[in-house]
């Protein structure tokens, strides 16, 4: 069986979405390849087999016009990046820059010139022609080089539609001002919208051609400024990680570079500081802000035993951490790997997209040659008058200039770019661009119970006082006995009793299966399961254990001297967020189901607390599945969340599967989108966020395509002045851009 493994490569020199298609299909033509190129993030990610190298795939990539350059992660991505001045730089931003200013520096008099007769001069189309000359020249180099390496290679992308349409305008108007009596002394004319009908000799263009590389060269600097900010989400992810750690050695606190931090190290974290990795909380007590990681603005307490998440903010207290994970194996290295995955990826849309701008450029040069064909029949059947060979140049310059297809190839990536990125910020992790058509389609939500509705922690819910005694009384006499064990009923009601400053326990005794017991204060205490006890336990008492067993809660009773005193009860409660968040769901049009194998009393009362009225208790894991696909069987579209191993299986059975961050790795691996935090108003959070941003994919595509296919017959019927062709083009792109980058201010509603 042949073992393959992914390569990233960066590219270098692409300028439109046809670029990346090109390489795309270059590279997928080596057998066992499987590559996608992305235009937004200039990246490329292939799949190879065994026998081919990195050098292989460069290769390919150099012979089909353009660079590439294998990236290598760092074993710590997150160090050092904020202290490096040439962190944010980017050569090709400043040069285009550069070009940009000194353009249209000088084409606003050429524009001013040929647009108001009054500043018509003697002599003035020279004066163009010296101004608009390095526009054309040294203005749309870039434009230059990229048609001729395409057309060295055979092919042609938007560069060669702006080469050649800049070109044709200025050497047409080199050619009427030398040859033609566009030259002469005391030359005026227009400026019209609508190109119109003049002697072909007379006429110059020289403030199409600046004025279109000008228009160009702008449209492609804020596309590519936005770019970057498109992907400034993941970018502040890698920033957040500490610079330097306080390690702890023999005693003493050393000072080292993050990157010599190894696991197993322990390390101080003071208030105020990031904390440097993950790791275990070995001595003291804080609160620290999680927020960057879970999205949540309130502080998490931590004390010894807990975990912290490398690059979270300690808010008071001094901690000391032993780290159990370094550089690219912390959680929030694999949040970004994870975030940089799906932003790589492709959604149905943007393939579409690729197989339109593949042939969308020779389609385009075709029909300005049958646009410049046509109009010259026309001009042949009226005599060949210059009037008419001039337009027929004009509405031929205006196809190429307006059809570029850079918004085609900008509308699905920097959505996607963004929403990923926001989502990043929320908390929330999608795992491939896939997702987002999945939950346009959803309508039920199928929610485990434990550890997703619930906290998955038992807790103290109710505490019932025998006749004679009171609730802390009986609470602080449990407490003190259960203080010494180690079960999970004890640690609730241990928990239930914080802040109280509980009796020293004697002669405590743990029996398996029975309770445990000692002697507090002089009495013998007693905590045991009801059907344990000695002596019978009064009405109250009695009701309140059928009550919370017939609910699916826990119910131990306490004695004093061989006498009942109380009952506490102890179950798993209800998230915080959970009623919120299913009145989330139904908003979103989602019907919520309550899925457990825990016990029938149990989820009732879960569900009604919540409010789903559908529930299907004490399944198997084998049983969820079976569950999922009888609703799959009657039409439903499924949603499942869960965070268990016994979850998996049906969170890969589901349509979409979202596990919370908080369950198993098994079951994070196996769904679809991540929810950082344990809150469940989270879920719908994600998904509403993954349909905006299939929504703004859409509309970026409906205006992409909406824009050429309108553009392209007006500038064919000669409709079109060239520059306000260019201009527009220029304006199709950013307005994609701008449109995506709306989802960085994406808030749940």
Same mark, same amino acid.
């Given at each position: 069986?042949?073992?393959?493994?992914?390569?990233?490569?960066?590219?270098?020199?692409?300028?439109?979405?046809?670029?990346?298609?090109?390489?795309?299909?270059?590279?997928?033509?080596?057998?066992?390849?499987?590559?996608?190129?992305?235009?937004?993030?200039?990246?490329?990610?292939?799949?190879?087999?065994?026998?081919?190298?990195?050098?292989?795939?460069?290769?390919?990539?150099?012979?089909?016009?353009?660079?590439?350059?294998?990236?290598?992660?760092?074993?710590? %991505?997150?160090?050092?990046?904020?202290?490096?001045?040439?962190?944010?730089?980017?050569?090709?931003?400043?040069?285009?820059?550069?070009?940009?200013?000194?353009?249209?520096?000088?084409?606003?008099?050429?524009?001013?010139?040929?647009?108001?007769?009054?500043?018509?001069?003697?002599?003035?189309?020279?004066?163009?022609?010296?101004?608009?000359? %390095?526009?054309?020249?040294?203005?749309?180099?870039?434009?230059?080089?990229?048609?001729?390496?395409?057309?060295?290679?055979?092919? =042609?992308?938007?560069?060669?539609?702006?080469?050649?349409?800049?070109?044709?305008?200025?050497?047409?108007?080199?050619?009427?001002?030398?040859?033609?009596?566009?030259?002469?002394?005391?030359?005026?004319?227009?400026?019209?919208?609508?190109?119109?009908?003049?002697?072909?000799?007379?006429?110059?263009?020289?403030? @199409?051609?600046?004025?279109?590389?000008?228009?160009?060269?702008?449209?492609?600097?804020?596309?590519?400024?936005?770019?970057?900010?498109?992907?400034?989400?993941?970018?502040?992810?890698?920033?957040?990680?500490?610079?330097?750690?306080?390690?702890?050695?023999?005693?003493?606190?050393?000072?080292?570079?993050?990157?010599?931090?190894?696991?197993?190290? =322990?390390?101080?974290?003071?208030?105020?500081?990031?904390?440097?990795?993950? +790791?275990?909380?070995?001595?003291?007590?804080?609160?620290?802000?999680?927020?960057?990681?879970?999205?949540?603005?309130?502080?998490?307490?931590?004390?010894?035993?807990?975990?912290?998440?490398?690059?979270?903010?300690?808010?008071?207290?001094?901690?000391?951490?032993?780290?159990?994970?370094? +550089?690219?194996?912390?959680?929030?290295?694999?949040? @970004?790997?994870?975030?940089?995955?799906?932003?790589?990826?492709?959604?149905?849309?943007?393939?579409?997209?690729?197989?339109?701008?593949?042939?969308?450029? %020779?389609?385009?040069?075709?029909?300005?040659?049958?646009?410049?064909?046509?109009?010259?029949?026309?001009?042949?059947?009226?005599?060949?008058?210059?009037?008419?060979?001039?337009?027929?140049?004009?509405?031929?310059?205006?196809?190429?200039?307006?059809?570029?297809?850079?918004?085609?190839?900008?509308?699905?990536?920097?959505?996607?770019?963004?929403?990923?990125?926001?989502?990043?910020?929320?908390?929330?992790?999608?795992?491939?661009?896939?997702?987002?058509?999945?939950?346009?389609?959803?309508?039920?939500?199928?929610?485990?119970?434990?550890?997703?509705?619930?906290?998955?922690?038992?807790?103290?819910?109710?505490?019932?006082?025998?006749?004679?005694?009171?609730?802390?009384?009986?609470?602080?006499?449990?407490?003190?006995?259960?203080?010494?064990?180690?079960? %999970?009923?004890?640690?609730?009601?241990?928990?239930?009793?914080?802040?109280?400053?509980?009796?020293?326990?004697?002669?405590?005794?743990?029996?398996?299966?029975?309770?445990?017991?000692?002697?507090?204060?002089?009495?013998?205490?007693?905590?045991?399961?009801?059907?344990?006890?000695?002596?019978?336990?009064?009405?109250?008492?009695?009701?309140?254990?059928?009550?919370?067993?017939?609910?699916?809660? =826990?119910?131990?009773?306490?004695?004093?001297?061989?006498?009942?005193?109380?009952?506490?009860?102890?179950?798993?409660?209800?998230?915080?967020?959970?009623?919120?968040?299913?009145?989330?769901?139904?908003?979103?049009?989602?019907?919520?189901?309550?899925? =457990? +194998?825990?016990?029938?009393? @149990?989820?009732?009362?879960?569900?009604?607390?919540?409010?789903?009225?559908?529930?299907?208790?004490?399944?198997?894991?084998?049983?969820?599945?079976?569950?999922?696909?009888?609703?799959?069987?009657? +039409?439903?579209?499924?949603?499942?969340?869960?965070?268990?191993?016994?979850?998996?299986?049906?969170?890969?059975?589901?349509?979409?599967?979202?596990?919370?961050?908080?369950?198993?790795?098994?079951?994070?691996?196996?769904?679809?989108?991540?929810?950082?935090?344990?809150?469940?108003?989270?879920?719908?959070?994600?998904?509403?966020?993954?349909?905006?941003?299939?929504?703004?994919?859409?509309?970026?595509?409906?205006?992409?395509?909406?824009?050429?296919?309108? @553009?392209?017959?007006?500038?064919?019927?000669?409709?079109?002045?060239?520059?306000?062709?260019?201009?527009?083009?220029?304006?199709?792109?950013?307005?994609?851009?701008?449109?995506?980058?709306?989802?960085?201010?994406?808030?749940?509603?």
């Amino acid at each position: 069986m042949t073992t393959t493994s992914a390569i990233d490569l960066d590219i270098a020199g692409m300028t439109c979405a046809s670029c990346a298609n090109r390489i795309e299909r270059k590279l997928n033509k080596l057998d066992g390849v499987a590559a996608s190129v992305n235009y937004a993030t200039e990246r490329a990610h292939v799949q190879v087999p065994d026998g081919l190298s990195t050098d292989d795939l460069v290769e390919v990539v150099r012979a089909a016009g353009y660079d590439a350059t294998p990236i290598v992660e760092s074993p710590d %991505p997150f160090a050092g990046n904020g202290d490096d001045p040439a962190h944010d730089a980017d050569p090709e931003l400043d040069s285009l820059r550069q070009r940009l200013i000194m353009s249209a520096v000088l084409s606003v008099p050429v524009i001013a010139m040929a647009m108001i007769p009054a500043l018509q001069f003697t002599n003035w189309q020279w004066l163009s022609l010296t101004l608009a000359a %390095p526009v054309v020249v040294w203005g749309a180099y870039p434009f230059h080089r990229a048609a001729w390496i395409n057309l060295r290679h055979g092919a =042609t992308t938007m560069d060669t539609l702006v080469s050649v349409g800049t070109l044709a305008a200025f050497g047409w108007s080199v050619y009427a001002l030398f040859f033609g009596t566009a030259g002469t002394p005391g030359l005026t004319h227009g400026f019209d919208l609508i190109p119109q009908r003049a002697d072909g000799s007379s006429h110059i263009y020289l403030e @199409a051609a600046a004025g279109v590389t000008t228009f160009l060269l702008a449209g492609r600097y804020f596309e590519k400024r936005s770019k970057r900010r498109a992907g400034d989400a993941l970018r502040a992810l890698m920033d957040l990680g500490a610079k330097d750690v306080a390690v702890m050695r023999g005693g003493v606190e050393t000072r080292i570079p993050i990157g010599q931090l190894a696991v197993g190290d =322990t390390f101080v974290v003071r208030p105020g500081e990031r904390v440097a990795t993950d +790791g275990i909380v070995v001595d003291g007590a804080s609160a620290v802000d999680a927020s960057m990681v879970t999205g949540e603005s309130v502080p998490v307490e931590v004390t010894t035993g807990d975990a912290v998440v490398g690059a979270t903010v300690n808010a008071s207290g001094r901690l000391i951490v032993r780290a159990t994970a370094v +550089g690219g194996d912390t959680a929030l290295a694999q949040m @970004a790997k994870m975030v940089a995955s799906a932003q790589e990826g492709k959604a149905d849309a943007q393939r579409l997209a690729d197989r339109i701008s593949a042939v969308f450029v %020779p389609i385009v040069i075709a029909i300005s040659v049958a646009t410049l064909g046509f109009w010259l029949g026309v001009a042949a059947q009226s005599g060949m008058a210059g009037g008419d060979v001039t337009f027929a140049f004009t509405a031929a310059v205006a196809v190429l200039i307006i059809a570029c297809p850079c918004a085609l190839g900008l509308a699905t990536p920097t959505a996607l770019m963004v929403g990923t990125g926001r989502g990043a910020q929320l908390g929330i992790l999608l795992k491939g661009p896939e997702v987002l058509e999945t939950t346009r389609r959803i309508d039920t939500i199928v929610l485990d119970k434990t550890g997703t509705v619930t906290t998955g922690d038992m807790s103290v819910s109710e505490v019932i006082p025998a006749s004679g005694h009171d609730e802390s009384s009986v609470l602080t006499a449990a407490a003190a006995v259960e203080v010494a064990s180690e079960h %999970p009923i004890a640690s609730a009601i241990v928990a239930a009793a914080k802040g109280v400053s509980l009796p020293s326990v004697v002669g405590f005794r743990s029996t398996q299966g029975v309770g445990v017991s000692g002697q507090v204060d002089g009495r013998d205490i007693v905590v045991t399961a009801p059907d344990r006890t000695e002596t019978a336990l009064g009405d109250d008492l009695a009701r309140a254990v059928d009550e919370a067993h017939d609910r699916g809660a =826990t119910a131990v009773v306490v004695s004093a001297e061989g006498q009942p005193v109380g009952v506490i009860v102890v179950e798993d409660q209800v998230k915080p967020s959970a009623v919120a968040a299913i009145a989330d769901f139904r908003r979103l049009g989602l019907t919520p189901a309550l899925l =457990t +194998g825990d016990n029938e009393g @149990a989820a009732r009362r879960v569900a009604q607390e919540v409010g789903i009225s559908d529930v299907t208790a004490g399944v198997t894991p084998e049983g969820k599945i079976d569950a999922i696909k009888k609703l799959q069987a009657q +039409g439903h579209s499924v949603a499942m969340v869960g965070d268990g191993i016994n979850d998996a299986a049906a969170l890969a059975q589901a349509d979409l599967g979202l596990a919370m961050g908080t369950g198993t790795d098994v079951a994070i691996a196996a769904s679809d989108l991540t929810i950082v935090s344990g809150d469940l108003r989270l879920v719908g959070q994600a998904i509403e966020l993954s349909r905006r941003t299939l929504a703004t994919i859409k509309g970026n595509l409906f205006w992409a395509f909406g824009y050429n296919v309108a @553009a392209i017959p007006l500038a064919a019927a000669g409709l079109l002045n060239p520059m306000i062709a260019g201009a527009a083009m220029a304006l199709s792109s950013v307005f994609v851009v701008g449109n995506s980058l709306r989802l960085r201010r994406f808030n749940p509603s």
